[in-house]
């Protein structure tokens, strides 16, 4: 694996503004000024941040009127939720193996 690789969209994930905006579309689709409003940055940043986040497939966007509506995309957050679910499982093991072996090696 290759340390600058993003590993199931957890790469956007790492800034706090775009976990915020994921966190408010989790409650309800909304608009880029609705999401701006509960941030302390502006409409542009919020759109930038829209773009990464739609890029790595987490956000998806529906034109309505003259404005756009994001939500999140659940197949996206579906294969994260596995991919950390998996993450979690090989921790748990590995934890377990050092457990194991501690136990193993005492008198």
């Given at each position: 694996m290759?340390?600058?690789e993003d590993v199931g969209g957890?790469?956007?994930?790492?800034?706090?503004?775009r976990r915020a905006i994921v966190l408010s579309?989790?409650?309800?689709?909304?608009?880029?000024?609705?999401?701006?409003?509960g941030l302390p940055v502006s409409r542009p940043a919020v759109s930038q941040h829209l773009k990464v986040l739609k890029d790595a497939g987490l956000v998806s966007e529906e034109p309505q009127g003259t404005r756009r509506i994001y939500?999140?995309?659940?197949?996206?957050?579906?294969?994260l939720r596995d991919q950390l679910d998996t993450f979690w499982s090989r921790?748990?093991?590995g934890f377990e193996g050092l457990?194991?072996?501690?136990?193993?090696?005492?008198?």
């Open positions: 290759v340390a600058d957890l790469g956007p994930l790492g800034d706090g503004t579309l989790a409650e309800a689709p909304k608009a880029v000024g609705e999401l701006a409003a939500r999140l995309n659940p197949a996206a957050l579906v294969a921790a748990l093991s457990i194991d072996t501690n136990e193993q090696e005492r008198p």
